[in-house]
């Protein structure tokens, strides 16, 4: 019996599908500080993300292109993606595959990457760009676009 995966893949793995981080998730919701959220829950994809869009915001506001939120921005993104490599390899990632956007725990990894990408590309470093546009489109190919990359 050929199962397929719903990205439609015959030989490739099943998505993903992250836990949802309910503590996280709900007090971003609330309005809660993300410096707050990520502190209380430094294992959340999400306040990190939300950290790092919030610094790449301010750094596109600032006089001088490369500066010091579009550092921040980059740290917090990167953060944000190692935290969510760790929930993914628990949850069954091998490196590759689906992580569907569609799923909204997945989402904080989803957002991580792409400010990843954006703030590298913003520093110059155009290798970890094309790594971070790599990754969304085997990912997810929807991802991209949701995300402002495509």
Known sequence: MNRMTSFGDLLGPQPVLLP?????????????????????NPAA??????????????????????????????????????????????????GFGPVPWEHEPNRGFLRSVAVLAKAAQGVGETDEYARCLDLLED???????ELGLG
């Open 139 to 145: 990912c997810d190919p929807r991802a991209a676009a």
């Open 45 to 94: 994809s999400i306040a990190w993300a939300a950290l790092a869009e919030a610094a790449l915001a301010r750094a596109a506001e600032a006089d001088d292109p490369v500066n010091h939120d579009l550092v921040a921005a980059y740290a917090f993104a990167r953060t944000g993606y190692h935290r969510g490599l760790d929930l993914l390899r628990r949850n069954g990632w091998k």
């Open 20 to 40: 949802e981080l309910h503590a996280a998730e709900d007090a971003l919701d609330a309005g809660t500080d993300p410096v707050r959220v990520a502190a209380d």
